[in-house]
């Protein structure tokens, strides 16, 4: 899978591709070791249990590879669209490409998407036309099967119309396409997302696939298709709330949420700059010199922190931090510019200070409910 913005952490990097860490998460040793166990015994009474050990392992290093070529799919595409890719990670469930920015037409966004399950049912070609080259009911003639099957069932699960599987990008292009607003197309298919989980992958993993005899219906099956399930779940709904986020995001200005603030002098007790400023109606106090220049903002958590009977004898200097540059933002600044520009220089609070204007000050947690209320 493509994913912009989602982010995996931990794993074992076993190479590069095209400059990209590719990782191996610790969760995808447990699979191996479930696909080792669950086929040596059953493959040992056909060819004996060292040649059907071996054979389980190679079914689940293939497996390893036919994920990470899925991904080097969208990696290769991603990065010749300028995109910048930061991992390739092979998980328990699933692998994940990890694009740091978004595509920025619908089309890039379906190019990208579409080349997974494109590379997976190549794959799946190979894997049938490489069956004709061995004996039947032979070691080699089962493992080629096993690619075919596995990677022709990867790229039709892969295009379910639901992020954050491929084919929820390929529904998000669409109707990005027709509609013209990404985010808009982003909830369209995080919502199509949980109904997959909820309804189309129980349906076939529970009915479908066991009234073709594909597979049966047993406590594996069970647990298998929960977690498949909630993975799906979980992802789109991270994705639903990540466009809520950006929604939210033009409330996220310097304009609109930077408090009026009160300049008083460093030696002034506590007490009275806090009485000064509820009279005045200010809402933040900032500290200046004798000549009236900015030196320092105070910490409203240092001043709630202050018992009420101690502030007479604290001064306003003492709960305060004093200004550096990062802390100084452009009245203009709004949107993804205002949370750069946080991230850059990380505060509680932050001066805005214009010439023809008195000074104010932006609160980091006004502006963190603003976004996420």
Known sequence: MADAGQSVTGGVRIGRVLGVPVLVSPSWLLFAAFVVLSYGPA????????RAYVGAASFAVLLLISVLLHEIGHCVVARAFGLPVKSITITFLAGLTEITEPPQT???????AVIGPMVSLLLAGIGLATVQLFEPDSLPFLLAAIVAISNGLVA???????????????????????TGDPEKSTVVAAWSGRAVAVVVVPALLLIVLPALDVTSVDVVTVVFTSLIAAFIYVGASASLQRARFVERL??????????????????????EAVRRA?????????VTDSSGRLQ???????????PEERRPWVTIGTVSRR???????????????????????PATEYVVHEPSNAVRVLVTSDVAAAVTA
């Open 296 to 306: 320092a903002v105070v910490s409203e958590a240092a001043v709630l922190a202050t």
């Open 323 to 345: 200004i550096e540059d990062g802390m100084v933002l452009d009245p203009a600044l709004q949107g993804q510019e205002l949370l750069a520009a946080m991230r850059a220089f």
């Open 156 to 178: 039709g699960f892969n295009l379910l119309p639901g992020l954050p599987l491929d084919g929820g990008r390929v529904l998000r292009a669409a109707v990005w396409k027709v």
């Open 106 to 112: 619908p089309a890039r966004e379906y190019a990208v």
């Open 43 to 50: 493959l040992t009474d056909r060819f004996g249990p060292t």
């Open 250 to 271: 033009p409330r996220a200005s310097v304009a609109a949420l930077a408090r009026p603030a009160l300049e008083v002098p460093a030696d002034l007790p506590l007490a």
């Open 278 to 286: 509820n009279e005045a109606g200010a809402r933040a106090i900032v």
